[in-house]
T-cell receptor, first 114, second 112 residues
Framework: EPEVTQTPSHQVTQMGQEVILRCVPISNHLYFYWYRQILGQKVEFLVSFYNNEISEKSEIFDDQFSVERPDGSNFTLKIRSTKLEDSAMYFC????????????FGQGTRLTVV | LAKTTQPISMDSYEGQEVNITCSHNNIATNDYITWYQQFPSQGPRFIIQGYKTKVTNEVASLFIPADRKSSTLSLPRVSLSDTAVYYCLVGALDTGRRALTFGSGTRLQVQP
């Protein structure tokens, strides 16, 4: 079964540092997403990406966040200056062509900001 | 976006059928209903999706009444491995640009 791959599985970083979370979506999928989940809370939408641009973003996705699809396979989430409250599981997801609505999620990256 | 309401938690025993109902009173004409499952420290996983009436796959059934203001996920003969959080999502039948919005979900605990 095709799968979305995320690396690293766990990252620890110091407050104020930049982090890049990486995702390899399912090949031939066109729509890409980042979500986050703070421990014990619900899954929160961050941003959606299509045709090399952001389609939709939540209020969480402020200027500290950016996304990129640099080489046609990887999809990255960058946090420029991490805060303690950025500690969470970050999930990447991808969906296929228009009308195909099942989203496939990766296993997540656990980000710990200390 | 249509708001969804689900029970916060449910308990069951192995071998029983579990029905989780989701209320979505403000569902729009072009909205579909999708259920996801999430185990601890894992990404959500698609279970089933439907627009109206009944949908069945190898894992679950989804019942949607004619007014579509609610839906029921039915898990036949649950096992311990079905212990997870189940999310009901309502989203538009459009392109993939629109993101799925997760609610608080239903935490299902299956006992031996």
């Amino acid at each position: 079964e095709p799968e979305v791959t995320q690396t690293p599985s766990h990252q620890v970083t110091q407050m104020g540092q930049e982090v890049i979370l990486r995702c390899v979506p399912i090949s031939n999928h066109l729509y890409f997403y980042w979500y986050r989940q703070i421990l014990g809370q619900k899954v929160e939408f961050l941003v959606s990406f299509y045709n090399n641009e952001i389609s939709e973003k939540s209020e969480i996705f402020d200027d500290q966040f950016s996304v990129e699809r640099p080489d046609g396979s990887n999809f990255t989430l960058k946090i420029r200056s991490t805060k303690l409250e950025d500690s969470a599981m970050y999930f990447c997801a991808s969906r296929g062509e228009a009308g195909y609505t099942e989203a496939f999620f990766g296993q997540g990256t656990r980000l710990t900001v200390v | 976006l249509a708001k969804t309401t689900q029970p916060i938690s449910m308990d069951s025993y192995e071998g029983q059928e579990v029905n989780i109902t989701c209320s979505h009173n403000n569902i729009a004409t072009n909205d579909y209903i999708t259920w996801y499952q999430q185990f601890p420290s894992q990404g959500p996983r698609f279970i089933i999706q439907g627009y109206k009436t009944k949908v069945t796959n190898e894992v679950a059934s989804l019942f949607i009444p004619a007014d579509r203001k609610s839906s029921t996920l039915s898990l036949p003969r649950v096992s311990l491995s079905d212990t997870a959080v189940y999310y009901c999502l309502v989203g538009a039948l459009d392109t993939g640009r629109r993101a799925l919005t997760f609610g608080s979900g239903t935490r299902l605990q299956v006992q031996p």
